[in-house]
């Protein structure tokens, strides 16, 4: 066990410590560069997979999250030191039941979340801060009829936003790198009264929401 540890803590020095080299022994660039793209996830679950290997409570298969729920994240680089941010996630699920009788009842459903957004980055070595605005866009509805064939909607959901962003990352490997980003935004939506067998019901809603600082986890990117 002490030399796995000594190990491991000798391949984390000997990083830090060529922090410096922007190459690798077979020359590829640890930072990205104009033309790459990267695609982003939580590795909540990688690291919890390597940390279980020093301890006796066993373990499970590794596991990578969405790095913002349910929703994918990427880049296009534009030059080594910025890149355009893309966010998306587009759901229509349907579904139908049919009781013992012939009776018939069925849902669906329709999302879409979008985003857009300009990076900058700064740092001379593998350290990487960045920092920048995401734009977004939401809108989602749903329906569904009973056994009855009484007919309900959701009312649609609009909502439009803006987020900051501030974080780091450190290139571990040619083009790969962990890190975690601070967010801070605004979100303004609606959504208008459900029906229920064509008539209106409740009442149609909107909201303004500022601020409330969101944290990432431990995130890895890979770039190509």
Do not use: C
Request: proline share 1%.
């Amino acid at each position: 066990m002490k030399k796995i540890i000594l190990t491991v803590a000798a391949v984390f020095a000997l990083s830090f410590a060529n922090a410096q080299d922007l190459k690798s022994k077979k020359g590829e660039n640890f930072l990205p560069e104009a033309g790459d793209w990267a695609i982003g996830f939580n590795a909540d679950g990688l690291f919890n997979y390597a940390g279980n290997m020093f301890s006796q409570a066993g373990n499970s298969a590794p596991s990578v999250d969405y790095q913002t729920a349910g929703t994918f994240v990427g880049k296009k680089f534009t030059s080594a030191t910025q890149a355009y941010r893309v966010m998306a996630n587009f759901q229509v699920n349907s579904g139908s039941t049919t009781d013992v009788a012939g009776n018939k009842a069925t849902t669906s459903g329709f999302e879409l979340m979008a985003g857009l957004g300009k990076e900058w980055r700064r740092g001379k070595t593998r350290l990487q801060g960045f920092y920048g605005a995401d734009a977004m866009l939401l809108v989602s509805t749903g329906s569904s009829t009973n056994a009855a064939g009484v007919e309900t909607k959701d009312g649609m959901r609009f909502g439009i936003g803006a987020q900051g962003f501030l974080g780091a990352e450190y290139f571990l490997f040619p083009k790969i790198s962990i890190g975690a980003q601070y967010t801070y935004g605004l979100m303004i939506s609606s959504q208008a009264a459900s029906e229920v067998a064509g008539v209106k019901t409740g009442n149609a809603t909107s909201g303004f929401d500022l601020g409330g600082v969101g944290v990432s986890s431990i995130n890895m990117t890979l770039h190509f």
